[in-house]
């Protein structure tokens, strides 16, 4: 007779082949609706895609030995798109059955493990992962989902070389992949909000000037002078121009309210209110699940992080002890959740230079990963700030990300802002390649707060990002760089 803990074994393993063996049968129907609009007409890839889709034929040519890739990300940047489209474009490369892509928030549902998933698929196939001998491609969505996914990833990793496995999960999973001794193993391809060209690309079908971009890049960011930046910015004008006579103005208020989530660009997103609404929903979804896969809050702390969203939302900047205060936590559980969302990369964190040119510890100022988060918080509470503010914050946003994107996450960089009066809004300090302070607004900005913390931490020069055209400062310290020439980097 069956003891009950077999009994127990004996379902769970049952679910989990049912569960395997219809993700088998109807997995392709359920991820067309990820990678068609409509019938023949495909979504853009995003440049994440490409990047994926070299690694698994590499693989498959046997050209590199690395068999794992990982894509952490804020929630809604288009992770499980990327699966459905990789999982389209190697479907019929692979044997029968040799490709499978799970959910494993699903695999949850239906009472199934990870691991359990891995034992039915054996039992599928036939045949244990030691005895393989043709590749198999595991596509693995909301992996952050097991807690003990890294465990049974690093056994996997260990059986077999014949299995590419290609998982996604919050921004939680870099950290996790670190703990566990995962990261030599696996090519990392972290997802972040749409930039400026990717909204074009996805919205548009507009493919941007890739060559553009980095000569704009190579220019901005790393001539030795404003005059010599000024000089090469200025040769890049009439290709600039040459790109904006193709784009929308309109697109650009699209792009800063929520056009930095892939999702929302979906035709049947269309109504602005309906997309505000799955803004706050995916909002709530981070807070009551990915943050607790770092921070591990009990219930009144957790409720005390959406209060506390909402403050970020109408300012940058704030003091902890009035925020403490008004929240009614101490300001060591404040810190510890702004550390939380910080790592969930909900938020980016942005210190204070202090009067002597050093980091100060306690203040900071706070910018969201995607302003859509914080348009979603303004709607929500009615905010009553003007218009030409809260776009001057969502254009902070984006500067930061792109900052975050480019130099600050890949460790080329950092970033702080100026504290002192009339301080530029971010110091980018750029590995080997000196300092720069800037300045961002929209309309005409005079360029005083990039000239006087220039002059006062000494940067290699000032830029001011507006609406202002390419124009160098007379005594050759600052530049003022036009909005469109921002936005294509």
């Not at 199934?112 to 244990?128: N, R």
């Not at 995607?370 to 700030?385: Q, Y």
Request: charge should be positive; proline fraction near 3%; include cysteine.
């Amino acid at each position: 007779m069956n003891s009950p803990n077999n009994k127990l074994a004996e379902d769970i393993n049952s679910k989990a082949r049912v569960f395997v063996q219809n993700q088998l049968t109807i997995s392709e129907a359920r991820l067309k609706g990820y990678v068609f609009e409509r019938p023949n007409w495909a979504y853009p890839k995003r440049f994440a895609y490409y990047r994926v889709e070299k690694y698994i034929k590499d693989f498959l040519l046997r050209k590199i030995r690395e068999r794992y890739v990982a894509i952490p990300g804020l929630s809604g940047t288009g992770k499980t798109t990327i699966l459905a489209q990789i999982f389209m474009t190697f479907r019929n490369r692979l044997k029968d059955r040799h490709i499978l892509y799970i959910s494993l928030e699903q695999a949850a549902t239906a009472g199934a493990s990870l691991q359990d998933v891995f034992d039915a698929y054996e039992h599928i196939l036939g045949i244990s992962f030691e005895k393989l001998e043709d590749p198999i491609l595991l596509l693995i969505d909301e992996v952050h989902q097991d807690k003990d996914w890294t465990r049974t990833i690093k056994s996997l990793y260990d059986r077999t070389t014949k299995i590419f496995v290609v998982f996604s999960g919050s921004s939680a999973v870099s950290i996790q992949i670190e703990k566990y001794d995962l990261a030599r193993r696996t090519f990392f391809e972290k997802l972040y909000p749409l930039s400026f060209c990717e909204f074009l690309m996805l919205k548009n079908n507009h493919f941007p000037d890739k060559k553009l971009k980095e000569e704009l890049k190579e220019a901005l960011y790393f001539s030795p002078s404003a005059k010599e930046a000024y000089e090469k910015l200025n040769r890049l004008s009439e290709r600039v121009n040459a790109q904006w006579k193709v784009i929308d103005r309109n697109d650009v208020s699209l792009y800063l309210d929520t056009g930095t989530l892939p999702y929302t660009l979906k035709s049947k997103l269309a109504d602005q209110v309906k997309i505000l609404e799955t803004v706050s929903q995916m909002m709530d979804k981070i807070i009551n699940t990915d943050i607790q896969q770092i921070g591990r809050f009990d219930v009144n702390t957790l409720s005390k992080i959406k209060p506390l969203l909402f403050v970020l939302a109408d300012t940058n900047t704030m003091s902890v002890n009035r925020c403490s205060e008004a929240l009614g936590i101490t300001n060591v559980t404040l810190n510890l959740i702004l550390d939380t969302l910080t790592q969930a990369e909900l938020i980016i964190r942005v210190p204070a230079l202090g009067l002597a040119g050093k980091i100060a510890r306690k203040e900071a100022k706070y910018l969201f990963m995607t302003p859509a988060i914080r348009v979603a918080l303004s709607v929500i509470t009615g905010s009553d700030g003007t218009t030409m503010m809260r776009r001057g914050y969502q254009l902070e946003d984006i500067v930061g990300l792109h900052f975050y994107r480019e130099f600050v996450a890949p460790g080329f960089g950092l970033l702080a802002y100026d504290r002192t009066q009339g301080g530029a809004d971010f110091i980018l300090s750029i590995r080997g390649n000196g300092k720069i302070a800037f300045e961002v607004g929209l309309g005409h900005k005079s360029g005083k707060q990039a000239n006087a913390t220039q002059k006062r931490v000494k940067t290699k020069y000032g830029v001011t990002i507006s609406d202002s055209a390419l124009l160098l400062d007379e005594d050759n310290s600052s530049l003022h760089l036009p909005l469109d020439y921002f936005l294509l980097i």
